[in-house]
């Protein structure tokens, strides 16, 4: 990095490529926000600072072909949204210099960087599915279904940890986030467990794949069960602290059941869910969610738009009775914790038990987002039942 006079920000690592990371991570919010995201430093900046914070923001925003970013000289003003922004982006006093060849290069090598960019998938009604892919082609293929609503970036973890081995695929929710060219959302056509569950087959479809292992995260695990229920191409699965409707077959948490009531008003229609949306844009939002990954947390909840679609489609997930889905013979590994107070473990025991080749595995750390942490042991779990259920997918390679 250059030494020569400061001309703009840079977060705790004093790294341009670090800014500029954080800015293409924190871009499922402001493309999909109705006007420009404001930002504050992590302290005022002495001086001219700011202007010259947002001059190279301007500037790398445009080389990232990312929405402009506001500079606002301190975080009252901000929404919940916005200060998740803001704290993923750390900018601190300008201390650096980028000319224009350097920040050019930065762009390119972060728009490239792994995951890379999106590939845009049609589901079978004509939506538009925001995908990504990496690992050998030619290798047994996983599928990552994440949470409704969470930003790809929530799921990278998992997909850097197998694509070593595995063709990782995965994609973003259906309606819920915005193209990279400005187009804003597209029209949510469906939104039943069935629809979500047939944008899995048509991930596998865009990519070439004939068959692949389904891996449920939270509510992405009912989306497995629908997706395995309804196809044989879906070989084998492991659904992780997943967030089932079983009837009276297991309790849920108060987590559960406070979503499921919120979900089920905001998608009685709009209206319902601009003025919950006023409530959740209040700073205090941010209090309840881990803050190295609110960014991706807050994100269905950042727009009454979002809030509404997500009703219906994370209401979806959470209300249709997973029950009737557990004849599916595929090997599956199901895996919880005591420790989750999210999603109660004992909807995992439940579908374990009734699984016709379930196995079930209880760790004894752990709380619900962890899941999505790929820690070591997690990996180490998931990496030996795959070996185990892809050795005929390896054999015939």
């Given at each position: 990095m250059p030494t020569s006079t400061a001309v703009g920000a840079v977060p705790d690592t004093g790294s341009l490529s670090a800014l500029a990371r954080a800015l293409l991570d924190t871009a499922s919010l402001t493309r999909v926000m109705p006007e420009r995201v404001r930002v504050a430093p992590v302290e005022p900046f002495p001086g001219d600072g700011t202007s010259s914070a947002q001059a190279l923001l301007d500037r790398l925003t445009g080389a990232l072909?990312?929405?402009?970013?506001?500079?606002?000289?301190?975080?009252?003003?901000?929404?919940a949204a916005e200060l998740a922004v803001s704290r993923r982006l750390a900018l601190r006093p300008p201390d650096s210099a980028a000319d224009e060849d350097q920040l050019e290069d930065v762009a390119r090598q972060v728009l490239t960087a792994f995951p890379g960019r999106p590939i845009v998938v049609p589901a079978y009604d004509g939506s538009p599915l925001r995908c990504w892919a990496a690992g050998p082609e030619d290798a047994p293929a996983v599928a990552v279904v994440s949470a409704c609503g969470m930003p790809v970036g929530l799921a990278s973890n998992w997909l850097a940890a197998l694509s070593s081995s595995y063709r990782v695929v995965t994609w973003e929710s259906r309606g819920l986030f915005?193209?990279?060219?400005?187009s804003g959302l597209s029209e949510l056509v469906g939104h039943s467990l069935d629809v979500q569950g047939d944008d899995l087959l048509a991930v596998l479809d865009g990519f070439g794949i004939p068959r692949a292992h389904a891996m449920g995260l939270c509510g992405g695990a009912a989306i497995a069960l629908a997706a395995t229920a309804r196809?044989?191409?879906?070989?084998s699965m492991s659904l992780w602290h997943g967030d089932y409707e079983l009837g009276d077959e297991a309790p849920k948490t108060a987590h559960q059941r406070d979503v499921e009531s919120l979900l089920a008003m905001v998608a009685r229609g709009r209206q319902q869910a601009a003025g919950m949306h006023r409530l959740m844009s209040r700073p205090a939002t941010l209090e309840a969610l881990r803050q190295d990954i609110a960014h991706y947390l807050i994100h269905p909840y950042a727009t009454s738009e979002l809030l509404y679609r997500y009703g219906l489609l994370n209401g979806a997930i959470m209300s249709t009775d997973c029950r009737p889905l557990l004849t599916a013979g595929q090997p599956t590994l199901?895996?919880?914790?005591?420790?989750?107070?999210?999603?109660?473990?004992?909807?995992?025991?439940?579908?374990?038990?009734?699984?016709?080749?379930?196995?079930?595995?209880?760790?004894?750390?752990?709380d619900h987002?962890?899941?999505?942490?790929?820690?070591?042991?997690?990996?180490?779990?998931?990496?030996?039942?795959?070996?185990d259920v892809t050795t005929e997918d390896r054999k015939g390679t």
């Open positions: 072909g990312l929405p402009e970013v506001e500079m606002v000289p301190e975080p009252g003003p901000l929404s915005a193209g990279d060219d400005g196809s044989d191409r879906i070989t199901v895996v919880t914790s005591a420790k989750d107070t999210t999603a109660h473990p004992a909807g995992s025991e439940f579908i374990a038990a009734h699984l016709p080749r379930a196995e079930l595995r209880s760790m004894p750390e752990g987002l962890t899941a999505f942490d790929a820690g070591s042991e997690l990996v180490d779990l998931a990496r030996e039942f795959l070996r």
